[in-house]
């Protein structure tokens, strides 16, 4: 009895699974909430659980625009360059690390009529990740080719090197109150590396393509090269500290904004000498219970994958032993 209520449970999670899959029409998008803070915790639980649901989508390749996936599949590679008066090069770009309002500060860009490289964007760049993880192009091609396809703001690819070298390029450091509270959300975040190298995860193309940048991401950028210490506190708190000071020293305060995403519109639109828009609270997205929803979604499909192929098999078990008991 108890056999069959966990196979009952596991499959209304599978079919429910199946039916957002089959019923969304919806591209993989940023958060529509903009103050998500305000927000029960249940309430952004549920909606991280469907970011959850987005990132598996994209982790399969359902977001790839399908010349990526010809690209990929065929291994051959070409620019895709949008229309000549929307091309580009990269102008603003984010040197904070995760967790620090990173999402916050790409949607307040968007809303500023940039065209911004983050998350959303990774799995659908896939491509040029790619080329650049074998070496087919160096990070100046790379970042060109981001401006050929449109993209004019990054807060994702580009290093503290690169900017350096690319004096026309402004730079935004998103910070937190304190160390502490960087850790305290980070370590939310960090276990995602885990579980794209769990199955199904490992198994996908565009989790494969990403996974050198994302170990990059996940386990270098935040400990200073030091990956075995992913998930140490003191690690990670003294290299974010460390992190702040290395920006700071490295770029002319001129072209550099720290920016703690609570100061809001006014900074952010000095720095980029744009009007502050009238009327509009700064986004505040992606909490800390959105994130733990989302987590907790990717590692349900670690552990129900399976039921993919033994509700069928199982269901053919039972039906063949039914027709040979009516015999």
Not at 201 to 221: G, Q, R
Not at 247 to 268: C, H, M, S, Y
Request: charged letters at 25%.
């Amino acid at each position: 009895m108890q056999t069959q209520c966990l196979l009952s449970t596991s499959y209304l999670c599978l079919a429910g699974m199946i039916f957002l899959c089959m019923s969304s029409q919806v591209c993989m998008a940023r958060p529509t909430d903009l103050h998500e803070q305000k927000q029960g915790y249940y309430k952004s639980l549920f909606n991280g659980a469907y970011v959850g649901f987005e990132t598996f989508l994209s982790l399969v390749g359902y977001y790839e625009d399908d010349e990526v996936k010809r690209g990929l599949a065929q291994d051959t590679f070409t620019i895709n360059e949008v229309d000549v008066e929307d091309q580009t090069e990269i102008k603003v770009v984010g040197l904070g690390l995760g967790r620090t309002g990173t999402t916050s500060l790409v949607i307040a860009l968007e809303m500023l009529s940039y065209t911004v490289v983050h998350d959303d964007e990774q799995t659908e760049l896939t491509d040029i990740y790619a080329r650049w993880e074998e070496e087919d192009i160096d990070e100046d091609e790379f970042h060109e080719i981001l401006g050929l396809r449109g993209f004019n703001a990054t807060v994702k690819t580009a290093e503290l090197s690169w900017v350096v070298n690319h004096p026309e390029s402004k730079a935004i450091l998103t910070v937190r109150d304190n160390p502490d509270k960087y850790v305290d959300s980070w370590l939310v975040a960090a276990p995602f590396i885990d579980i794209i190298r769990r199955r199904p995860f490992c198994w996908m193309k565009t989790a494969n393509v990403l996974i050198d940048s994302l170990e990059y991401e996940f386990m270098i950028e935040t400990t200073g090269n030091r990956p075995d210490k992913y998930l140490d506190r003191d690690t990670l708190r003294k290299h974010y500290e460390t992190h702040i000071q290395d920006v700071q020293a490295a770029i002319p305060a001129d072209r550099l904004l720290t920016f703690n995403v609570k100061q809001g519109w006014e900074p952010l639109c000095i720095f980029l000498d744009v009007p502050v828009p009238e009327g509009i609270p700064f986004p505040h997205v992606h909490t800390r219970a959105k994130l733990e929803g989302e987590m907790y979604f990717l590692v349900l499909v670690t552990w129900i994958w399976p039921l993919v192929f033994i509700i069928p098999l199982w269901g053919g078990i039972i039906a063949t032993r039914n027709s040979f008991l009516m015999k």
